[in-house]
Structures are given as C-alpha cells and as structure tokens.
C-alpha cells in the first residue's frame, strides 16, 4: 500500500522569506491550520523540510484517506429570485429622475 502525508500548516507565515511562501502555496496549503494529503515522494519530503517549522507532518495508509467533496449549498430559487428582483428595484430607482413639484407637461 501506497504511504501519504498529511501536511498541517501550524505556524504563519507572515514575515517568512518568500521562498518559504512560495513552498507553502506549492504544496497547496492555503490558510492556518490548512490541511493537504500529497504522495510520499521525495520532492514533496524535500518541501516539507524546507519549511519544517511550520508543519506537522503524519504518515497515513492510502485506506485511511477520505476523499474531499466539496458541499454544494442548496440552491433556493425563491430567494435568488427575490435577491434579483431588490436589485432591479434598487437600480429603477438610481435612473428615476426627481420633478422638484415642476410640471414639464405644456
């Protein structure tokens, strides 16, 4: 069976150098506490020891991976239509210009 590596980022990397920034985003880890499962290769353990200080690494069998579904928000057709009808009211009333109690009409 194949090894992986969950990858945690636990430290910042506010004032790190920028290669060390751009190792982070090479390995795919985005925000504190962010979580990534890569391939044991040595590339990636390569990367992982340049920025040792900022992770915690564990070793887990490919059987112990679950795979990452992104949720879908329920879509609510009601509310999506009420959301664009505001809008339209919210624009027709930017476009209307005001009479100031003057009659244009001769």
């Known amino acids: 069976m194949a090894k ?4 945690r980022q636990v430290r ?12 982070l ?6 925000k504190l506490n962010g979580t990534v499962i890569k391939d044991d290769t040595p590339q ?14 564990e070793e ?10 992104k949720k879908s928000k329920p879509q609510n057709i009601r509310k999506e239509k009420k959301l664009e009808d505001d809008r339209k009211e919210k624009i027709d009333l930017g476009v209307k210009k005001k009479n100031n109690g003057k009659n244009n009409e001769t």
């Open 25 to 30: 985003k090479a390995l795919g880890i985005r």
């Open 4 to 7: 992986k590596l969950r990858i």
């Open 44 to 57: 990636i353990r390569g990367m992982i020891r340049k920025i040792r200080h900022l992770l915690v690494v």
């Open 12 to 23: 910042s990397a506010i004032g790190r150098a920028f290669d060390q920034k751009g190792t």
């Open 60 to 69: 887990i069998e490919e059987k112990e991976v679950k795979p990452q579904v």
